[in-house]
């Protein structure tokens, strides 16, 4: 057995539908409080999508200053958000905490895609000279981790990861793996998705992704696993960790929520975007993770699922945690009831939910689920959080288009590295 790095994550940040806080969100989940609305009769978003999950307005001016933040794109302002509310939990400040040259910085998305189609609408209206000068500082899928470096004074390693709504797994993964191999000391790992814009919106619709005919109830309208689901809820928001070498966070004195002990990552090649029915490449993610981490699926008291809400992926998911857990699976819960798909910032909160729900010992339902599907088979928590004081690993996972599957597995960390909840 070879010597690596113990991992401890020590900071936390997000902006979601349902709070901004790890505290206002697990609440929420616990709670049913749903993130899921209605657009705005007559806004932009109003007929392409009945229900969606938006997040809370952010000043661009808060985290940007002089005339960018008039074309900034809305997830790069949520990505710096998050990341400054993680560094800022994790008491982390750049040359007095750590080298810059030993932090890094891993924070994905899609993009701003939705700054890109404003800038062809102005082309086709205004010509060429119309177009902005800040078009691909706006929109490029790595300015979110290229603001934060610059924001922070990050030098070390800076990356953003495109597998899609597997991308902030994806991102925490990547991360514990620089850590490990002694590359940096502290490590940004996130991600930030405004997808929240229409022609987006009409493309998951006319894919027939979306869920559809909960108008009248948009709070209903993601129900994972429910015999009912009938399509994601597209949301938005930004999720950052700050994950830490445990001896470099016991040096300065800093507690960690838990340990990142594990991760795998695969991919179905089966088609660009419906999950293969087998669930193998899933399971197969699911028990490099466990291999990883060094234990066993019994040792698993909780598995957060990726849970979208449709037809397709819940079964495939079921089917995979089945094959890695047997008859004797874990409760798990799929939390994109209350918050709706953000796509890949949905992997590193559901990470933080995680966490958190391992620490507390309390953890969240899966909201809307009703009528359970059969073919889903599993240990649902439905309806109330359900206690689980003894548990000592967690599992998220995080499956995008494409095919591509991460799973995370986190631990208690030592107690010396025990922060308070």
Request: glycine letters at 12%.
């Amino acid at each position: 057995m070879t010597s690596r790095a113990d991992v401890v994550i020590t900071g936390m940040g997000m902006v979601t539908p349902v709070g901004t806080s790890a505290a206002e969100v697990v609440a929420a989940m616990c709670e049913g409080r749903s993130g899921l609305s209605r657009p705005a009769a007559g806004s932009l978003l109003d007929g392409s999508l009945d229900v969606a999950a938006f997040g809370p307005p952010i000043d661009p001016e808060s985290v940007l200053s002089g005339p960018e933040t008039r074309v900034v794109d809305r997830y790069i302002v949520m990505a710096m958000r998050a990341a400054a509310d993680a560094l800022a939990d994790a008491g982390v400040e750049v040359g007095r905490d750590v080298d810059p040259y030993r932090i890094g910085v891993i924070l994905s998305g899609t993009g701003g895609l939705a700054t890109l189609e404003s800038q062809v609408v102005t082309r086709t209206r205004r010509g060429r000279l119309g177009v902005s000068p800040y078009l691909l500082p706006g929109m490029l899928p790595n300015m979110g981790a290229a603001r934060v470096a610059i924001r922070h004074g990050i030098r070390g390693y800076s990356s953003s990861i495109a597998t899609a709504c597997a991308a902030g797994a994806q991102s925490v993964g990547e991360g514990l793996r620089l850590l490990r191999t002694g590359e940096a000391d502290v490590v940004v790992c996130g991600c930030s998705e405004a997808p929240l814009f229409p022609t987006l919106a009409d493309t998951f619709g006319n894919a027939r992704a979306l869920a559809r005919g909960w108008g009248a109830d948009p709070t209903g309208a993601s129900r994972p696993f429910d015999r009912r689901r009938n399509g994601l809820v597209l949301g938005e928001g930004a999720g950052v960790l700050v994950l830490e070498r445990a001896e470099h966070a016991d040096a300065r004195g800093a507690a960690g929520y838990a340990a990142v002990l594990g991760w795998g990552a695969t991919n179905d090649a089966h088609h660009p975007t419906t999950p293969h029915p087998d669930g193998e490449g899933a399971a197969a993610c699911m028990r490099q993770a466990l291999a990883d981490a060094r234990i066993e699926p019994a040792d698993v008291g909780y598995v957060n699922a990726h849970g979208t809400s449709t037809k397709l992926g819940d079964l495939a998911e079921a089917v995979a945690i089945r094959r890695v857990f047997g008859t004797d699976a874990p409760p798990v819960s799929a939390t994109k009831a209350v918050t709706g798909h953000m796509l890949g910032a949905s992997g590193v909160v559901e990470s933080a939910v995680s966490v958190l729900a391992l620490r507390s010992g309390l953890l969240p339902p899966t909201h809307n689920l009703d009528d359970p599907d059969p073919a889903c088979d599993l240990d649902h928590i439905r309806k109330s959080p359900r206690p689980a004081p003894r548990i000592s690993h967690v599992m998220s996972n995080s499956f995008g288009f494409g095919g591509h599957n991460v799973s995370l597995v986190y631990g208690l960390p030592g107690t010396r590295l025990t922060r308070a909840v």
